[in-house]
């Protein structure tokens, strides 16, 4: 078996051996980008395996693995040997975290190979369209204010988006560490449509603010239409209570979305979230969750 590098050249060459393996889930557009993947050939010259490892800015530390192997050379440790010229090719530095895999929850054999390499499920990423007919609405007699008319008082911008932010990162910095630097960390913020962004208030505090992304089918594989996706974090000493601050915030945002006849809502979530067992609970969710797996540098 032979290694080669992967180069700009080879993208066409990449992107066939991705179709022909039907392998949906190679991040393509990653390997074109930062370009740090490997080949590995037969003594043939016909391609077996492609593998790359790719980080985003936001969570530096983590490499993400990935690894396609044609499907009749599976299980033959072509795999395990890719993995290990990936990590000679392109070193780890000496302040990364961990290595990171993901694969469907119904990929058997992904979930397998993963174990076999030393990597250990950490998350499961919960995250379905369903009908805005089907959310359980949850009423409220708190303060909920729009964004629109939040950001009337332009200081406030800046405090809606410390406290999502704080939020995302106490969940995560345990297992995904984030970026120090505060404009990386907010070139990923977003805080999407205004008019059905909301905040709760308690003696003018925030304590609970969802943002609402309209057109989100843009962003996702399935085939449906007029999707807005919710995104919201609350903060209570009491988990319970966290949990109900979120879920008011989202019942709202439906009813405003209900009024103006939209049809759909995606909302994702992570198993590492403190209050994910509680909205997974309240949450319609039928779909299977993608799992994360990894390994400790």
Not at 116 to 134: A, M, P, Q, T
Not at 249 to 274: A, C, M, P, V
């Given at each position: 078996?032979?290694?080669?590098?992967?180069?700009?050249?080879?993208?066409?060459?990449?992107?066939?051996?991705?179709?022909?393996?039907?392998?949906?889930?190679?991040?393509?557009?990653?390997?074109?980008?930062?370009?740090?993947?490997?080949?590995?050939?037969?003594?043939?010259?016909?391609?077996?395996?492609?593998?790359?490892?790719?980080?985003?800015?936001?969570?530096?530390?983590?490499?993400?693995?990935?690894?396609?192997?044609?499907?009749?050379?599976?299980?033959?440790?072509?795999?395990?040997?890719?993995?290990?010229k990936l990590n000679e090719?392109?070193?780890?530095?000496?302040?990364?975290?961990?290595?990171?895999?993901?694969?469907?929850?119904?990929?058997i054999e992904a979930r397998?190979?993963?174990?076999?390499?030393?990597?250990?499920?950490?998350?499961?990423?919960?995250?379905?369209?369903?009908?805005?007919?089907?959310?359980?609405?949850?009423?409220?007699?708190?303060?909920?204010?729009?964004?629109?008319?939040?950001?009337?008082?332009?200081?406030?911008?800046?405090?809606?988006?410390?406290?999502?932010?704080?939020?995302?990162?106490?969940?995560?910095?345990?297992?995904?560490?984030?970026?120090?630097?505060?404009?990386?960390?907010?070139?990923?913020?977003?805080?999407?449509?205004?008019?059905?962004?909301?905040?709760?208030?308690?003696?003018?505090?925030?304590?609970?603010?969802?943002?609402?992304?309209?057109?989100?089918?843009?962003?996702?594989?399935?085939?449906?239409?007029?999707?807005?996706?919710?995104?919201?974090?609350?903060?209570?000493?009491?988990?319970?209570?966290?949990?109900?601050?979120?879920?008011?915030?989202?019942?709202?945002q439906t009813k405003l979305?209900?009024?103006?006849?939209?049809?759909?809502?995606?909302?994702?979530?992570?198993?590492?979230?403190?209050?994910?067992?509680?909205?997974?609970?309240?949450?319609?969710?039928?779909?299977?969750?993608?799992?994360?797996?990894?390994?400790?540098?």
């Amino acid at each position: 078996m032979k290694f080669r590098k992967y180069s700009s050249e080879d993208f066409d060459l990449a992107k066939s051996f991705i179709d022909r393996c039907n392998s949906n889930d190679f991040s393509i557009n990653q390997l074109k980008k930062q370009a740090t993947g490997i080949f590995a050939f037969s003594d043939q010259n016909e391609v077996m395996a492609l593998a790359m490892q790719w980080r985003n800015e936001l969570h530096n530390k983590t490499i993400v693995i990935e690894i396609c192997v044609l499907p009749d050379k599976r299980r033959e440790g072509i795999g395990t040997k890719v993995f290990k010229k990936l990590n000679e090719e392109f070193p780890v530095r000496d302040n990364d975290f961990a290595f990171d895999i993901k694969c469907e929850s119904k990929n058997i054999e992904a979930r397998a190979f993963a174990e076999s390499l030393g990597f250990e499920k950490y998350l499961n990423c919960y995250n379905n369209v369903f009908s805005i007919d089907e959310v359980t609405i949850v009423n409220n007699n708190r303060e909920i204010v729009r964004l629109s008319d939040f950001y009337k008082e332009e200081q406030n911008k800046e405090r809606v988006k410390v406290f999502h932010c704080s939020m995302y990162d106490r969940d995560h910095e345990p297992y995904l560490p984030l970026n120090k630097d505060k404009e990386v960390r907010y070139d990923y913020y977003s805080d999407g449509n205004l008019d059905y962004g909301v905040v709760i208030l308690k003696d003018r505090e925030i304590i609970g603010c969802s943002f609402a992304y309209l057109n989100f089918e843009d962003e996702l594989e399935e085939e449906v239409s007029d999707v807005t996706c919710l995104h919201g974090y609350a903060n209570n000493e009491d988990k319970t209570e966290e949990a109900l601050l979120v879920q008011e915030l989202y019942s709202y945002q439906t009813k405003l979305l209900k009024e103006q006849g939209r049809q759909n809502i995606y909302i994702e979530f992570d198993s590492i979230e403190r209050t994910s067992d509680l909205m997974l609970d309240w949450l319609p969710y039928t779909k299977k969750p993608l799992l994360r797996f990894q390994k400790r540098i």
